[in-house]
């Protein structure tokens, strides 16, 4: 069974820092990895994916992945207080399987 | 264009009760999916249609839960004698079931209170 971790948080940051989140996997066959947002009371909204090693960037997101480690992470900079929410990690094809999510808060 | 619209946003009903929530993808989505989110918990997968089919029905958690999707769009999920721990919130999704960067797009969901 695949298993997907992630600190639940709350990870802390101030305006202006970088955020990193990050994720583990059990399943080495995964080949597809999402980041989804979702703010309290919203349904979750795709960032990022990502299924080859190594950095994808788009804007202030960088989603880093280590098939070799099992990990994904998703590094925001320049953090924003509209970035606070909580972070989803999800792999697999078609049917996903997700973490339980990060919770990020950004302070002014 | 229209994003995945769901109905009812909220459901409250007594416990023993039958429910259904439906689900209208995304026009041109041939991949639907359901999730349920309880309080404090992850995204817990339910069932996947491909088109019409169901090859995936494996996160059903028994089987008073079921689901069907006609014509291709839209889908409905039944919970019959519905149970306190049925109380989540019911999310749909749906994509074009692209190879590995498939991006499934969600719907707002149905918050189901059971009483």
């Known amino acids: 069974q695949k298993e997907v971790e992630q600190n639940s948080g709350p990870l802390s940051v101030p305006e202006g820092a970088i955020a990193s989140l990050n994720c583990t996997y059990s399943d080495r066959g995964s080949q597809s990895f999402f980041w989804y947002r979702q703010y309290s009371g919203k349904s979750p909204e795709l960032i990022m994916f990502?299924?080859?090693?190594g950095d994808k960037e788009d804007g202030r997101f960088t989603a880093q992945l280590n098939k070799a480690s099992q990990y994904v992470s998703l590094l925001i900079r320049d953090s924003q207080p509209s970035d606070s929410a909580t972070y989803l990690c999800?792999?697999?094809?078609?049917?996903?399987?997700f973490g339980k999510g990060t919770m990020l808060l950004v302070s002014p | 264009g229209a994003g995945v619209s769901q109905s009812p946003s909220n459901k409250v009903t007594e416990k023993g009760k039958d429910v259904e929530l439906r689900c209208d993808p995304i026009?041109?989505?041939?991949?639907l999916y359901w999730y349920r989110q309880s309080l404090g918990q992850g995204l817990e997968f339910l069932i996947y249609f491909q088109g019409n089919s169901a090859p995936d029905k494996s996160g059903l958690p028994s089987d008073r839960f079921s689901a069907e999707r006609t014509g291709g769009s839209v889908s409905t999920l039944t919970i019959q004698r519905t149970q306190q721990e049925d109380s989540a919130v019911y999310l749909c999704?749906?994509?074009?079931?692209?190879?590995?960067?498939?991006?499934?797009?969600f719907g707002p969901g149905t918050r189901l209170t059971v009483l």
């Open positions: 026009s041109g989505h041939t991949a």
């Open positions: 999800a792999l697999g094809y078609s049917t996903l399987t």
């Open positions: 999704a749906s994509s074009l079931a692209l190879p590995r960067t498939d991006t499934q797009y």
């Open positions: 990502i299924y080859s090693n």
